[in-house]
């Protein structure tokens, strides 16, 4: 991974990508994404994240899974890189399609 940043996860992203890939393509593929995952960094959730998550859903309107990965985000000072819409205007966020 040389060259590349180092990859952060909030741990609610981990429900989310299982979720979202068994849903729509297989159990098997979302274990293997999962599995993938497992070589970031994973933040978990603990009650000053949650808390910081609460007020950023109601400063900007966010679903409570995407203000969790933006507080994790600005608790590791990291930048948030998504294909998500609802981050466009975000500080510290880049929204890619």
């Known amino acids: 991974m040389e060259g590349r ?4 996860v909030c741990a609610i ?4 990508v299982y979720k979202v890939i068994r849903r729509d393509i297989s159990e098997e593929r979302a274990v293997e994404a ?3 995952l497992g070589r970031a960094t ?3 959730v603990d009650e000053p994240l949650a808390l910081e998550a609460a007020d950023l ?3 900007h ?6 203000s969790l990965v933006y507080a994790t985000a600005r608790r590791f000072g990291a930048t948030l890189v998504t294909g998500d819409a609802d981050f466009e205007g975000l500080a510290d ?3 890619v399609r």
């Open 57 to 59: 859903s109601l400063i």
């Open 34 to 36: 999962v599995s993938a």
């Open 61 to 66: 309107g966010l679903a409570m899974a995407d």
């Open 13 to 16: 992203e981990i429900y989310e």
């Open 5 to 8: 940043e180092p990859l952060l």
């Open 42 to 44: 994973i933040a978990p």
């Open 93 to 95: 966020a880049v929204v």
